[in-house]
């Protein structure tokens, strides 16, 4: 358990060896707020089977929050998560204080998401995405992995990450892994665990929308969306937030000539927590 950028860079440093001709081991890194839970792990064990090396940073991104008391209730679990990660055999994990990490606060430097960031998500949090890529950034820098691992849950933080990489010539690979769901079809998450019996049956419903956004594709955007709205209808607990329909190579909203790959992206509240979810679609 690694607490310091310090202890972080000497410790890659003897992973990696003085003489870097051979290359040196392959690095993995997987990049979390801790918390850890099953969707974590298959990120973990898909790290492994890239890399020699596993890097997994639980730091909780205060730049990722809209006030302190927002980051202050960010549900923490270290010496679960330590467990969780020493039985995995993760090589280091980095777990820095938010003064370690960021001594600027929340006034250090941005890497800014641009237009994108400010769709979706970005519209209800617009600090949100600029945190996510500066923390990226920052563990890109000090970790210089080879490849890094992300969950699609969050196809957009994907994308931008992807979109980052690209325009900042980071030498690092992005990989991801399908969602891991529980028995009642929602992204397993820490929120879930939160909900009472009602709001659980009733968040039930986000998954069912895209489901029916799908079976509906072949229909046209406009359709698949109605099918969507029309599946949630008498869900008193769910407060939507967004549904869109978007095109994976610029992630903007497909236009009504679209055909093939596309995504359905939702976002809700339920019992004062909030999910996001989406689905890959084929437009016809």
């Known amino acids: 358990m690694i607490r310091t950028l310090e202890d972080l860079r000497t410790r890659l440093g003897e992973i990696r060896g003085a003489d870097r001709s051979s290359g040196g081991p392959r690095v993995a890194l997987v990049s979390t707020l801790g918390a850890l839970h099953d969707g974590h792990i298959d990120l973990i064990r898909e790290a492994r ?119 900042l010539d980071f030498a690092v690979s992005v990989a991801t892994v399908p969602t891991v769901r529980t028995d009642d079809g929602l992204p397993v998450s820490s929120r879930v665990a939160l909900l009472e019996p009602a709001d659980r049956r009733a968040a039930a419903a986000l998954p069912r929308a895209l489901e029916a956004a799908a079976s509906n594709a072949d229909l046209g955007v406009d359709a698949c969306i109605a099918a969507a709205q029309s599946s949630l209808m008498g869900e008193a607990r769910i407060t939507l937030e967004y549904l869109s329909v978007v095109d994976p190579e610029t992630f903007l909203p497909v236009d009504d000539g679209h055909h093939g790959r596309a995504f359905a992206l939702i976002a809700a509240t339920v019992g004062g927590h909030r999910f996001i979810d989406n689905a890959e679609i084929s437009l016809r």
């Open 49 to 167: 089977a890239q890399a020699e090396v596993v890097v997994v940073s639980t730091f909780v991104n205060p730049l990722r929050f809209r006030t302190a008391d927002d980051t202050a209730r960010y549900p923490r679990s270290p010496e679960a998560d330590e467990i969780v990660l020493r039985d995995l055999g993760v090589d280091v994990v980095f777990a820095p204080s938010a003064s370690e990490f960021l001594p600027a606060g929340t006034a250090t430097t941005r890497v800014s998401a641009g237009d994108v960031g400010l769709r979706y998500e970005g519209r209800v949090r617009p600090f949100y995405f600029d945190g996510v890529l500066t923390v990226e950034a920052k563990l890109f820098h000090l970790v210089r992995p080879d490849v890094a691992v992300y969950g699609e849950r969050d196809l957009q933080r994907i994308f931008l990450v992807r979109k980052m990489v690209r325009d």
